[in-house]
Every structure is written in structure tokens, then in C-alpha cells.
């Protein structure tokens, strides 16, 4: 009777071993995967040239917005920004006809990427044609984004999202 609860004991401890060996690979894997990706946001970040593509908008004082289904993005460089982004919110003063969204583009007069404890930290201001807009955004070291845009017409409004590689001009 001994001798049979030894060998189930052993032979629960040899099946056991695949399913620990499994988790430390999965463990390895995940790491090695989180590493790359650290290192894929730290090269467009010190590249500082990338677009941001926003998962939800946040107006102040208005509920969050998906827009998982809407074209947007911000393409960022030293030598222009340009804009393509709804917006929900207050508008102060806006030309006749208004413009639907946060469209903009030009160069930046200030353009300061920072490094942080848990990402980067970057800040543009842009003068439009009509307004000057001022550009906080915050890149996570897995890619997470979130970027709020002020301007001197329009309440401020947030936006959560990635940053992806801009993509080549095709020749």
C-alpha cells in the first residue's frame, strides 16, 4: 500500500513538471515580447517622428467618446504637425461654418520630448492660420497614449490612444 501511494506521488510530480516548465516559458515569452515593444516606443519617441491614432476622445464636461470607427490621427516631427481629429466640445469663437474637427497643421514653435519614470512626455505648440493649439501627450513605455489638445477658441479635450510609425511615402 506504501510502495502504490509512492509511485502516484511520483507520478503526479513528473506530470506536473511539463505544466511548470510551460508557465516559465510563457513568463520568458511575455517579457521578451513587453522588452520589444519598450524598445519599439523608445525608437519613434527618440526619432520623434510618429502618429498618434485615438482610440476615445474625452470633451471636458461630456461623456467619453469611441472612436474606434473614426479616422483620426496626429502626425508628429520637428518640422511639422499635422491634425486630423474630431472634436466634441465648447467653441468659443469659430469662423463661419465652423470646422468640424481639430484640423490643423504646421510648425512647431516649441517641440520638447522629456523622459519620465513610467514613459515620455512630449509638448508642441502649433500656430494654425486662426488659432494656436498646445499639445500635451503622454506614451507609456508599452505604447499607451493619452494626449490632451488646448487651443485659444475651443475648451480643451483629451484623447486615449497609440502611437504607431508613420508610414512611408509610396514612391
Do not use: C, W
Not at 496626429?74 to 465648447?90: A, D, H
Not at 468659443?92 to 514613459?119: I, R
Amino acid at each position: 500500500m506504501r510502495i502504490r501511494m509512492i509511485q502516484l506521488v511520483l507520478l503526479f510530480l513528473v506530470g506536473a513538471m511539463p505544466t511548470v516548465a510551460q508557465q516559465t516559458d510563457r513568463k520568458a515569452e511575455k517579457e521578451k515580447r513587453r522588452m520589444e515593444k519598450e524598445q519599439e516606443i523608445a525608437a519613434l519617441i527618440d526619432a520623434k517622428t510618429f502618429v498618434f491614432k485615438a482610440t476615445r476622445a474625452i470633451p471636458t464636461g461630456f461623456k467619453s467618446m469611441d472612436l474606434t470607427t473614426n479616422p483620426n490621427f496626429v502626425k508628429f516631427s520637428p518640422e511639422l504637425i499635422v491634425s486630423e481629429m474630431p472634436y466634441f466640445g465648447r467653441a468659443y469663437s469659430v469662423s463661419y461654418g465652423g470646422d468640424a474637427g481639430l484640423k490643423f497643421e504646421g510648425k512647431p514653435e516649441v517641440y520638447t520630448v522629456e523622459k519620465k519614470k513610467k514613459g515620455f512626455s512630449l509638448e508642441a505648440r502649433v500656430k494654425s492660420s486662426n488659432d494656436y493649439f498646445t499639445i500635451h501627450l503622454s506614451v507609456g513605455f508599452e505604447g499607451g497614449s493619452s494626449m490632451s489638445i488646448s487651443s485659444n477658441n475651443r475648451s480643451s479635450i483629451s484623447y486615449n490612444g497609440e502611437i504607431f510609425p508613420q508610414e512611408k511615402p509610396k514612391e
